[in-house]
């Protein structure tokens, strides 16, 4: 199935530092999300880019998407303790489809 | 709008017991998702509804599985009989469209013991 990998699966950095992720899928998009879960909650949506689309803006967070590369990066910039969390792309399948990948997991040292 | 809700928020039960977990989506939103997940497996659709009509229900694991949307405010998903291997956390979310962006509810804690 059509499903982003995100990349790492674990990354711990100190309190304002930059955060990247990254997420690599298989097949052609319509658009890729990402969103974040912090422990016991639902995920929450944080930002959609279109295919046709190579970089979004959303205060501290900058997603970029290379369709001919198949991947796309979130970078959070200036990280605060309360970015500890799991986050996680999303694409669209064939079917219109939203299938989630495994996340990676945040953790923002003091 | 209050967002999601879903009831219970915790639900520990005996094996073989049924289960059901209710939903209310944003009003408005015409696409209903129910999603497990868990450490293993990680997010998994399980059913969606598009005018509380089940468009795919390929996700459902099996037949003790079983989802109705009655009307556009509440969906339950069932689990009759229960088994220790369904302990997982259910989502429901709800979207105006299919792939857009998707409002999750706080999820519910299944444990089957």
């Known amino acids: 199935s059509q499903q982003g990998e995100e990349d790492p699966q674990a990354l711990s950095i100190q309190e304002g530092e930059n955060a990247t992720m990254n997420c690599s899928y298989k097949?052609?998009?319509?658009?890729l999300q990402w969103y974040r879960q912090n422990s016991g909650r639902g995920l929450v949506h944080l930002i959609l880019i279109r295919s046709n689309e190579r970089e979004k803006h959303s205060g501290r967070l900058r997603v970029t998407l290379d369709t001919s590369k198949k991947s796309s990066s979130l970078l959070i910039t200036a990280s605060r303790a309360a970015d500890t969390a799991s986050y996680f792309c999303?694409?669209?399948?064939?079917?219109?489809?939203?299938?989630f990948g495994k996340g990676t997991r945040l953790h923002i040292l003091p | 709008d209050a967002g999601v809700i879903q009831s219970p928020r915790h639900e520990v039960t005996e094996m073989g017991q049924e289960v059901t977990l209710r939903c209310k989506p944003i009003s408005g939103h015409d696409y209903l998702f129910w999603y497990r997940q868990t450490m293993m497996r990680g997010l998994e659709l399980l059913i969606y509804f598009n005018n509380n009509v089940p468009i795919d229900d390929s996700g459902m694991p099996e037949d003790r599985f079983s989802a109705k949307m009655p009307n556009a405010s509440f969906s339950t998903l069932k689990i009759q009989p229960s088994e220790p291997r369904d302990s997982a956390v259910y989502f429901c979310a709800s979207s105006p469209y299919l792939s857009y962006e998707q409002y999750f509810g706080p999820g519910t804690r299944l444990t089957v013991t």
């Open positions: 097949t052609s998009i319509n658009n």
């Open positions: 999303a694409t669209d399948a064939r079917d219109d489809k939203i299938i």
